[in-house]
């Protein structure tokens, strides 16, 4: 695939997406791309909110979304410049200049005049305008985003974008092309490039600590100037921070008490008391000068560990309150440079590995770094083995992808020929597509979370992860089998229901489209459980049909309007809509909402005593795969490998009874094979010696 295909498919999708949800095509648009820059991590959440409109000195103004970044304090506001009817159209950089002023004009009007009042209260830009106002001396830096159908003149390098209301702010013009060059990257996400020149003239004293090197790797210990690292924080925001990390952090309070006490009151100790930071890089510069070694520049500079102390710095510099001065602090960082020989999932498995080591002294626990949880790889085996009905008149059966790694889908479309693409897409349907957020959404709601769910795809995400990590470990997975895979297919199916149904009912008016849809389905399940409190709805059934019954459709339609009405009450407990809808005040509210089931929803129902035996007979199966699973894992280590780790085991005295008599088989290998139980107790040995040095 190269970009021009990618081009034509991407519109050609959000010209599908558009006729189907009744949204139109520019709101689909601006949807689509800034769900791409999500699962590259560039923005953290996305919130559409389109208006435009006149504003002091009949200036133009408009906006069509935007995201806040709680952690870094980034408000983000996007513009889209859509139109797909000349291929050739090149956005200059006068076109680019009023753009990026309407944004601004937004901005100002919405922080310095009444448009508030113009605003209709039930439309989400009523919630932005509120969010600038509450957020207004919060906020450190705004970034303007133009996203453009067309290609960006040659002559546009670089905006330059004027402080707006005495904060900082930059724009960025994103067209297809440079979309495709990210989607289309090995790492799948932004990049970020730092040259340390640029913040101190000779760069970031350092040492190599040449024992410490290894195959895939090398290590530097370097001392960072505080002003140094605020100064880049200040600039690249949260996006320095290694993903998982700021996932856990964004949900704790960003800056640390005793970190601050110590910025202010003994600044020139912050060396002796505090633990430094730990990074990652992929390709550094280095310069050797008569006063030592300098690190010039860093590809892919994450901060894997020191979230917190980065974040405090900038924070105690740039607080009206404390007006920190940083000149006298300088922080230990430990740099692990990932050699460019590795290959990429190696290289992101090594990243996450060193992260997950480096956080360990805290509070965060396995679930922060779940995207290399057995769980994804069990939904990731499933998706590949199950196959789905054929609807719509296919032959066939076809796929619903789980999307393990960031951009997996689109990765493997790639390297593929026009014919193959074809192929891939007729047996995995793009609506068929499960991401790893889509999956936390579906379930959380399901489970009665509407209010987590509309907190944004990140803090869903990091509960979700909690509840599975927790779950997993209390009785290894045995609950998240096919059977588990196929609801949740049948979840999506749902979801994507009732997303496409909204737009089309009257009553909508073009805002909380997804705060109703998590509430509609939450409500829906919540009330088949109160009033059928013997049974439960048949998920299963909308697996094998591949379709949402009528009985289904009707009820999601009629409490869809209620629960707009419910949402959007004059009398709800926050005036903010959005907000609102992030409380569990909201979800008891609508819980509130007086609804009578159809008599034939009782065909969809299932009885408690057929989910126990389905439970039961997912576990049986779950049980015999993971019992498979061990054995081949013991199958493919040699005797004479076995025979290495008997005698590790048995000198470090950590062999039981019963695993000597599993060594013992596993030594006869491939005259005798271990049991299914005895296979299991010998991966588990085999963790533990790899925890105290054993190599195989």
């Not at 560039?42 to 133009?60: A, I, P």
């Not at 006490?261 to 730990?278: D, H, M, V």
């Not at 045995?478 to 909204?502: H, V």
Request: proline share 3%; glycine share 6%; hydrophobic share 40%.
């Amino acid at each position: 695939m190269d970009a021009q295909e990618f081009r034509k498919d991407f519109l050609e999708d959000i010209k599908a997406d558009a006729l189907a949800s009744g949204e139109g095509s520019c709101a689909s648009f601006v949807s689509a791309f800034a769900r791409y820059l999500q699962e590259a991590d560039f923005l953290l959440d996305f919130t559409s909110s389109y208006f435009e409109g006149t504003g002091k000195q009949n200036r133009k103004i408009r906006v069509d979304g935007y995201t806040y970044d709680e952690f870094d304090k980034t408000m983000s506001l996007i513009i889209a410049d859509y139109d797909v009817a000349d291929d050739e159209r090149v956005l200059a950089k006068t076109q680019a200049g009023q753009l990026q002023n309407r944004l601004i004009y937004f901005i100002e009007n919405a922080l310095n005049t009444q448009l508030h009042r113009n605003v209709e209260m039930s439309r989400p830009c009523s919630d932005l305008v509120d969010l600038l106002r509450e957020k207004r001396k919060e906020i450190r830096k705004y970034q303007l985003l133009v996203f453009t159908t067309a290609n960006i003149s040659s002559t546009i390098k670089i905006l330059e974008s004027p402080e707006i209301d005495g904060v900082p702010s930059e724009c960025q013009i994103w067209d297809v092309e440079r979309l495709f060059q990210l989607c289309g990257s090995e790492a799948g996400r932004n990049i970020i490039e730092i040259n340390f020149k640029e913040y101190s003239s000779k760069g970031i004293p350092c040492l190599e600590a040449s024992g410490a090197a290894t195959d895939d790797f090398d290590s530097y210990l370097c001392i960072i100037p505080g002003t140094l690292l605020a100064d880049i924080y200040d600039r690249y925001g949260s996006s320095l921070l290694e993903g998982n990390v700021r996932s856990f952090l964004s949900t704790k309070v960003a800056v640390n008490k005793k970190i601050r006490t110590t910025i202010l009151q003994q600044p020139e100790r912050f060396f002796a008391y505090n633990n430094g930071i730990s990074a990652t890089a992929m390709d550094v510069q280095f310069e050797q000068t008569e006063n030592g070694m300098f690190l010039v520049s860093a590809k892919d500079f994450q901060i894997i560990n020191g979230g917190q102390t980065t974040a405090s710095l900038s924070s105690a510099r740039y607080n009206y309150k404390d007006k920190a001065y940083l000149n006298v602090i300088f922080v230990q960082m430990k740099l692990t440079v990932i050699k460019g020989s590795l290959e990429e999932e190696a290289s992101t498995t090594l990243v996450q590995n060193i992260s997950r080591s480096s956080n360990s002294q805290n509070k965060v626990s396995d679930a922060d770094f779940f995207s290399t949880h057995p769980f994804h790889v069990q939904m990731e085996r499933c998706s590949q083995r199950l196959g789905a009905r054929g609807t719509g008149g296919l032959q066939f059966e076809t796929k619903w992808f789980y999307e393990r790694a960031r951009g997996q889908y689109l990765q493997k479309q790639m390297r593929m020929t026009p014919g193959e693409k074809k192929k891939f897409l007729l047996q995995n349907p793009k609506d068929q597509l499960i991401t790893k957020t889509d999956l936390a959404k579906v379930r959380n709601t399901w489970d009665g979370l509407p209010h987590i769910v509309s907190k944004g795809a990140q803090t869903n995400f990091t509960e979700f992860a909690q509840k599975i990590s927790d779950a997993w470990e209390k009785d290894d997975g045995l609950l998240f089998g096919e059977k588990y895979f196929q609801e949740s297919a049948a979840l999506c199916l749902l979801f994507r229901f009732t997303e496409k149904m909204i737009p089309q009912q009257s009553w909508y008016q073009q805002g909380y489209r997804a705060n109703i849809v998590t509430y509609t389905i939450a409500l829906f399940h919540k009330l088949i459980k109160d009033k059928c409190p013997k049974k439960d709805f048949d998920l299963m059934g909308i697996w094998n049909r591949q379709a949402i019954p009528a009985a289904v459709q009707t009820a999601l339609v009629e409490l869809s309007e209620l629960v707009y009405d419910k949402l959007t009450d004059p009398q709800r407990g926050v005036e903010n809509v959005t907000q609102w809808c992030k409380r569990e005040g909201c979800w008891k509210s609508v819980q509130e909402i007086e609804y009578n089931l159809r008599d034939d929803i009782v065909d969809c129902l299932i009885g408690q005593e057929d989910i126990r035996v389905v439970v039961r007979e997912a576990k049986a199966d779950r049980r015999i795969e993971l019992d498979a699973d061990a054995m081949t894992k013991v199958v493919e280590i040699t005797a004479t490998q076995w025979r290495s780790i008997m005698a590790f085991a048995v000198g470090k005295k950590m062999v039981s009874p019963e695993e000597l008599t599993a060594l013992r088989i596993a030594c006869q290998l491939p005259m005798k094979v271990p049991t299914p139980a005895q296979s299991r107790k010998l991966i588990v040995l085999l963790e533990k010696i790899y925890e105290e040095g054993f190599k195989l």
